[in-house]
């Protein structure tokens, strides 16, 4: 894998709705690595790592809302360090 790795983290009506799954789908597209887990605050954190377009593409995606179940208010994101990542994209 090489490219860009950046985590975010994405708050509002994300937890029961289908986010995580949705987002994994959106990102196979991409086959970008990663993967997007329910946080105790209610939030989801979403690591993101591949190519630079196809991180973008993602990042664009959750900030315009994610999928239509969903409603997200805020999206904080940071570049990072790949830690050992999973073969594709998996949600926890």
């Known amino acids: 894998?090489?490219?860009i790795?950046?985590?975010a983290w994405v708050y509002g009506r994300v937890q029961g709705v289908g986010f995580r799954y949705?987002?994994?789908?959106?990102a196979l597209k991409d086959r970008l690595q990663g993967?997007?887990?329910n946080l105790?605050?209610?939030s989801v954190e979403v690591l993101i790592c591949g190519d630079s377009e196809g991180v973008e593409r993602l990042l664009a995606w959750l900030k315009a809302g994610g999928p239509a179940s969903a409603?997200?208010?805020?999206?904080?994101?940071e570049p990072c360090r790949p830690?050992?990542?999973?073969r594709d994209f998996t949600t926890g």
Do not use: I
Not at 22 to 26: D, H
Not at 71 to 77: E, L, P, S
């Open 83 to 86: 830690p050992p990542l999973p």
């Open 35 to 37: 993967y997007a887990n």
């Open 40 to 42: 105790d605050d209610g």
């Open 71 to 77: 409603r997200v208010d805020k999206v904080v994101t």
């Open 1 to 3: 894998m090489t490219g």
């Open 5 to 7: 790795c950046v985590r």
């Open 22 to 26: 949705s987002t994994r789908t959106q």
